[in-house]
């Protein structure tokens, strides 16, 4: 079945580096996202990999794609309290055109 | 573009009340989502449409939510009547599809049902 799992709480010092974690079940995903929700707003898209790739980075921002243990991570490099926010990670389901999101990881920066 | 557009951004109401979302999809996107997003149960779907046709209502709650896309520019969720158990954040987002799946998410509608 579909299921995206992340672990609920990450708590880093600034400038740090964060990794947020995510496994995903479907071997066929197209793509696999990251959004990340501020307080009272909506969800933003950050990045996204697609599948044949391994590693994409962007800015601060680096994606770490493993298909065979089905596992995705966001790496926050320099993490600022800027960085305070939810991050959800998504799978794409090619047959469907909908997305599966995980339950997001809440990520508290310190000073 | 302006992004996804949704409106009302906050919403309280009465118990038994009727309770209309509305949302604006981006221009040219074809698929037009719409979650539900509470503290308990997270990030829900609760309905999509692919050109203007419902596809998949297997999230939605129970009969008093009902969901329509009269057009290309235009969506709206209903509850009717609105409970307590309502109370959550409405999103809506919207995809080009056609593989393209990244979805663009709207603000938010905050509803509160006292």
């Known amino acids: 079945g579909e299921d995206v799992e992340q672990s609920l709480f990450l708590s880093v010092r600034e400038g740090d580096s964060s990794v947020i974690n995510c496994t995903y079940t479907?071997?066929?995903?197209?793509?696999l996202y990251w959004y990340k929700q501020e307080p009272g707003a909506g969800l933003q898209l950050l990045t996204y990999i697609f599948s044949n790739m391994d590693m994409k980075q962007d800015q601060r921002l680096t994606v770490l794609l493993n298909k065979k243990d089905k596992h995705l991570s966001l790496r926050i490099a320099d993490t600022q309290t800027g960085d305070s926010a939810i991050y959800f990670c998504a799978e794409s389901n090619p047959n469907t055109d909908k997305l599966i999101f995980g339950t997001g990881t809440r990520l508290q920066v310190f000073p | 573009d302006a992004g996804v557009i949704q409106s009302p951004r906050h919403e309280v109401t009465e118990m038994g009340q009727e309770v209309t979302l509305r949302c604006k999809p981006i221009?040219?996107?074809?698929?037009l989502f719409w979650y539900r997003q509470t503290m308990m149960r997270g990030l829900e779907l609760l309905i999509y449409?692919?050109?203007?046709?419902?596809?998949?209502d297997s999230g939605m709650p129970e009969d008093r939510f009902s969901a329509k896309m009269p057009n290309a520019s235009f969506s709206t969720l209903k509850i009717q009547p609105s409970e307590p158990r309502d109370s959550a954040v409405y999103f809506c987002?919207?995809?080009?599809?056609?593989?393209?799946?990244?979805?663009?998410f709207g603000p938010g509608t905050r509803l509160l049902v006292l």
């Open positions: 479907d071997s066929s995903s197209t793509y």
């Open positions: 221009s040219g996107h074809d698929y």
């Open positions: 987002a919207s995809s080009l599809g056609d593989r393209e799946e990244t979805q663009y």
């Open positions: 449409f692919n050109n203007n046709v419902p596809i998949d």
